[in-house]
Nanobody, 125 residues
Framework: QVQLVESGGGLVQAGGSLRLSCAAS????????MGWFRQAPGKEREFVTA????????YYADSVKGRFTISRDNAKNMMYLQMNSLKPEDTAVYYC??????????????????WGQGTQVTVSS
């Protein structure tokens, strides 16, 4: 069974940092573009960042550019999201996802076939 499992969420004060991890099992995602999305209460799921299967290319939403860094370790079947300078508006459930067909880093949520269950990130002011 293919699984993506996020970890590393929690409660942090504004200005603080968190590192999210996404562990893949059941198959390797070393040939798939992957990304992070988030969903705040009462809002639609939104794109955060994506990384190519080679890890050579990344793409960020304007709202997190310069504060968040995506990375991956294909040997370990892992993906990471380093979040610095966190703001209360970053509060959301964060999901990792993988594309079935590599359609590019600006892909929408519908282009991602595999999803984790999410991890809560809460930033207090």
């Amino acid at each position: 069974q293919v699984q993506l499992v996020e970890s590393g969420g929690g409660l942090v004060q504004a200005g603080g940092s968190l590192r999210l991890s996404c562990a893949a099992s059941g198959r390797t995602f070393s040939s798939n573009n992957m990304g992070w999305f988030r969903q705040a209460p009462g809002k639609e799921r939104e794109f955060v960042t994506a990384i190519s299967w080679t890890a050579r290319s990344t793409y960020y939403a304007d709202s997190v550019k310069g504060r968040f860094t995506i990375s991956r370790d294909n040997a370990k079947n892992m993906m990471y999201l380093q979040m610095n300078s966190l703001k209360p508006e970053d509060t959301a459930v964060y999901y990792c996802a993988a594309q079935r067909y590599n359609v590019g880093l600006q892909a929408q949520a519908r282009d991602y076939a595999y999803w984790g269950q999410g991890t809560q990130v809460t930033v207090s002011s």
